[in-house]
């Protein structure tokens, strides 16, 4: 959530002014981060802002999906490692957030995100990876059942492969700076890949025209080309963090131990 401070002007109502706040979310947020500050009320997949997330919360349902719709039944995701005192505080929002006249919550489901990210293929048993949080975990699931105990956390996620990417094209000497970071993510998500057999991949040709490895940014005075070597080796620093410096196992290795649990 990006939050920008206004003077409101004295007025026949409110003789003295003040302040006033400017709230803006999700990638809106990201695009005005030069004149807004930014808020993260989530950390490693915990809530642990609640003032914030009830601004969240409300501009979800309130201002952007419940259109004229008065009651709703609410279904939340969760990560698997969440407490117990977290999931009643959330509830605890909700149901005090929402009460009338504009939006009812009338029922709140709270669910373990791996477990549905296993049903929405069309399995109740296997094993789910989730890298977007800032300590990503693997959760094994047998019959619709997360298994707490064998739930490993990683210390690599998306945003490593990310910095790295970043790391790696300014010590090619391109002028990018912190504010690109978002457009280096975006290059990551657009044109890196996983390569089968990485020593051949980084000696073979690149796979992508000249027009696949181009990004340009967003003043449009600068196109960057992303050759084939950074973009495999980015994505290898999931199973071989070594590459990176970073300690620890890479996430097949990870995957192995939490299955044989």
């Not at 019959?143 to 105990?149: M, Q, R, S, T, W």
């Not at 940014?217 to 080309?225: A, F, R, S, T």
Request: charged share 30%; hydrophobic share 35%; proline share 4%.
């Amino acid at each position: 959530m990006g939050v920008k401070e206004i003077m409101q002007e004295p007025t026949q109502a409110n003789d003295q002014g003040g302040k006033k706040y400017s709230r803006i979310f999700g990638k809106e947020a990201l695009l005005h981060r030069q004149d807004h500050e930014i808020h993260f009320p989530i950390r490693r997949g915990i809530i642990e802002d609640f003032d914030t997330m009830n601004y969240v919360w409300e501009d979800v349902l309130r201002n952007k999906n419940m259109g004229q719709q008065t009651r709703c039944d609410v279904l939340m995701t969760d990560s698997p490692l969440n407490h117990k005192d977290n999931k009643v505080e959330i509830a605890k929002n909700i149901f005090d957030l929402f009460k009338e006249p504009r939006v009812k919550v009338e029922s709140l489901t709270i669910m373990n995100s791996a477990v549905l990210s296993l049903f929405a293929s069309g399995r109740t048993s296997g094993v789910v990876m989730n890298e977007e949080k800032e300590s990503p975990e693997q959760s094994p699931i047998f019959e619709g059942y997360a298994l707490p105990h064998a739930i490993k956390t990683i210390n690599l996620s998306g945003q490593d492969v990310t910095k790295y990417l970043f790391d790696s094209l300014v010590s090619q000497g391109l002028d990018i700076t912190d504010y690109n970071l978002d457009n280096v993510r975006e290059m990551k998500e657009q044109m890196c890949s996983v390569a089968l057999d990485y020593d051949r991949a980084i000696r073979g040709p690149d796979p992508l025209d000249e027009e696949g490895r181009s990004y340009e940014l967003p003043d449009g005075n600068e196109i960057i080309q992303v050759d084939h070597k950074t973009r495999f080796t980015s994505t290898e620093l999931l199973f071989n963090p070594d590459i990176a410096g970073i300690k620890g196992q890479g996430i097949t290795q990870i995957a192995y131990d939490s299955i044989q649990k």
